[in-house]
């Protein structure tokens, strides 16, 4: 059930019997010459709303812009300042908090939201240790590539061209969830990773089409099929343990 679908009133029906709430978050930024900029957010989403059905948890509005100042050098990208964003994730859950929701998971799409989502978090328990409230929030995330069986079906797909940006595993589960977003035209191999990226001039520079060492041409929707379906069945027993908690 995903929140902005529903009414007040179901939500509140929801909040009588359950307290927990998914929270897709991803980022609009570049993912080479034949990746949709909106990868991140899309595939951070469509995992929790299908977590979200074969657990009968709540999924909340994605966050769809986070931190990519690296990717500025590419048009379309936008990005967050890290206080912007924490920012943004502490009212969001003291938004729901103020509700009833107290188990927050967070499926997260993008590398570069782990420091913020961890700041984010201890401001929060900061917060609470401070105010008179009666409760507790629980807050924790995942990134969905990093799903135990997802990290070994990218190895057995692409192996080391898996690569660090524009990954085809990424690629590929797009193609399956949106046919319409499948780009067949051939790409020359990309360039080798180059090192620590020292901003967005840098990356450009490093990395002219947006690739970091990943052979995105690699991606079918086949394969994405299967990356999508073993994220979302690792998270869900993850969720349900949480949700427990």
Excluded at 4 to 27: M, N, R
Excluded at 74 to 79: A, D, Q, R
Aim: charged share 20%; proline share 6%.
């Amino acid at each position: 059930m995903f929140l902005s679908d529903l009414t007040w009133p179901a939500v509140e029906a929801y909040l009588q019997h359950k307290d927990g709430i998914i929270i897709p978050i991803g980022s609009t930024e570049q993912h080479g010459p034949t990746g949709a900029i909106g990868t991140d957010a899309m595939l951070a989403e469509m995992i929790a709303r299908q977590v979200g059905d074969l657990t009968q948890a709540m999924v909340g509005p994605v966050l769809s812009i986070g931190i990519a100042e690296h990717h500025m050098a590419f048009p379309g990208t936008l990005s967050l300042r890290p206080t912007t964003l924490i920012a943004l994730i502490t009212d969001y859950i003291a938004s729901l908090a103020h509700h009833g929701f107290r188990h927050f998971y967070f499926v997260n799409g993008h590398g570069g939201n782990i420091a913020t989502l961890r700041a984010a978090f201890s401001e929060i328990q900061s917060k609470q240790r401070q105010s008179a409230v009666d409760y507790h929030i629980c807050c924790t995330f995942i990134n969905w590539y990093d799903v135990e069986g997802v990290v070994a079906l990218r190895r057995k797909y692409y192996g080391e061209r898996e690569g660090r940006h524009a990954t085809p595993s990424e690629i590929a589960v797009v193609q399956y969830l949106r046919s319409d977003l499948i780009h067949s035209e051939p790409l020359p191999p990309p360039v080798p990773y180059q090192g620590e990226i020292q901003g967005a001039k840098d990356f450009r520079e490093k990395y002219p089409d947006g690739r970091i060492a990943a052979y995105s041409s690699m991606a079918n929707p086949e394969q994405g099929k299967v990356l999508f379906d073993t994220a979302v069945k690792g998270i869900v027993k993850q969720v349900n343990q949480f949700f427990v908690g």
